[in-house]
């Protein structure tokens, strides 16, 4: 058997119906040009040793580590004190060769998508410090919200597994679907191997009640059962995991001084879903003059 589900729903009394699928799974020389880097999530592979040796180590690999800022983001506050180092870093930026564009124009992209194949792109980089903070504060658990589907919701359950942190998560689906058990397709079927609790809610709840009511009971009911849970907003989208942009930063600026042709970016183009990531993003290049 593949797997098993079970629905329980809360003994207390709420405003919410959230069935609760548990599982268990057994495995049997040219003019300058204008240079774009676009980043899909964090935004160059370049072939200096040097780079290469800020990779991701197997010693570093799951450490906590005291976290100093950059210089020019040194003024915010507050600063987090230790970061976990659960992504594999730096991601490289390639040169992309597309079709028709403009002379003397050239398109690099930051390969986010190589921050850790089942760590979801850029979303890692939030949850280095989030987990870093959920650590510090004595959870033993993780709860966080999203889409059926959501990479965030699946780079946590990931991450979490990493440090020993159990994962509940809550998932937006259709209202037809919210007392079918979600199956193991697509993220679902990472989170299920992940041994995530999947809590499922109808869009039309999640819009009536919102994700901060939905994660705050749930919370409560950990409490009650005497666990300790730590609480990721949608996105891992809070000023704590802003650093994670923060360092996608540094990083940018890290990889072009050890360049050894010293290319520069004129624009950062940066894809974007949530207003709120989109604010943090732009402040970002605004500092950097780009």
Known sequence: MLWSATARLSANPSPLHLPVFNQSITVLG????????CSPSRAMETNDDTSKAKGLSFDDFLSKKPYSPP????????????????????TPIHKWNLPNLPQNTEVWLKRDDLSGMQLSGNKVRKLEFLLAEAVAQGADCIITIGGIQSNHCRAT?????????????????????????PGLTGNLLVERFMGAHIQLISKEEYAKIGSVALTNVLKEQLLKEGRRPYVIPVGGSNSL???????????????????????????????????KDWVMQLTLLRSLNL
Request: charged share 25%; aromatic share 8%.
């Open 30 to 37: 040219k003019s300058k040009p204008s240079r774009v880097c």
């Open 71 to 90: 210089t020019w983001a040194s003024h915010l506050k507050p600063i987090p004190s230790h970061v976990f180092s659960l992504a594999h870093l730096p």
């Open 157 to 181: 359950a990931v991450a979490a597994k990493y440090l020993n942190l159990d994962s509940y998560l809550i998932l937006r689906t259709s209202k037809l679907l919210v007392d079918k058990d």
């Open 241 to 275: 995991g802003t650093w994670g942009y923060i360092e996608a930063m540094r990083e940018i600026e890290e990889q072009l001084q050890i360049r050894s042709n010293r290319v520069k970016f004129d624009d950062i183009v940066v894809a974007c879903g949530r207003l």
